[in-house]
């Protein structure tokens, strides 16, 4: 039986983050504690923040192409994967501004520089990214799904809608785990199946925790400074990253 929230904990955090490697559970969960903690008479609500590989990756499949990187190319998809979750992310930060909601976010900036690292991306690479992304706030709680490989490639399987290699998948674990950030996150066992994980999370949620001290978000310094990015990416069009 899973513990309940501490509202007084959970009300603290006005940005809850979950990360981790494919099949690792991050939506599943995200879902289920915004459900939560909608539950529990608290405004929280689930954000996606994908980059969009999956839905380039269904797209190459269409092309017969093996996945997105061989459609567009290694580069040129790691620079469309951190321009699309940085307008996801900043939408999102909008909307919890607006909104004064607990954004419970499905992936977060540490997945970005997760990504160039285990797909071989250069030091210079992941500076770029890091500067782009300095804009965002860190989230009061981030959550690290830690999931065998074998395990996340057995539900990446199950589901049907993509395929990653054993090999990426513990590439990605150790990019991870090798990020400054790691020591700063909440780590979930995420093995269990569905119900198991979201009590381990309730659970931590339940515990007293120090929250990150807050660097505000100014909705004006985002909306300036989104502005170039926006720009080069209008032909893809502002919905198209909540699709993904």
Known sequence: ??????PANAAGARTIALVGIDGSGKTTQARLLAAGLSAAGLPAAYRQNAGGRAWFGRLAAGFGRRDAEELLGRRSML????????????????????????????????CQYASLRAHGAGPAAERR??????????????????????????????????????????????????????AEFVVIDANGSPDEVHAAIEAALARPMALPGRRRLRMRTLLLAGVPVVAGAAVLGWQLAESF
Not at 1 to 6: E, F, K, Y
Not at 79 to 108: K, Q
Request: a positive charge.
């Open 129 to 182: 990214a890091r500067l782009a992304y300095r804009l965002f706030p860190r989230p009061d709680v981030t959550f690290f799904m830690a999931v065998d490989p074998e395990v996340a490639q057995e539900r990446i399987v199950r589901r049907g809608t993509d395929h990653e290699s054993l090999d990426y998948l513990a590439a990605a674990d150790r990019a991870y785990r090798s990020m400054p950030e790691f």
């Open 79 to 110: 620079l469309l994967e951190s321009l699309l979750r940085w307008l996801a992310i900043a939408r999102t930060l909008l909307r919890r501004a607006a909104r004064r909601e607990i954004a419970v976010m499905d992936r977060y900036a540490a």
């Open 1 to 6: 039986m899973s513990s309940p929230v501490n």
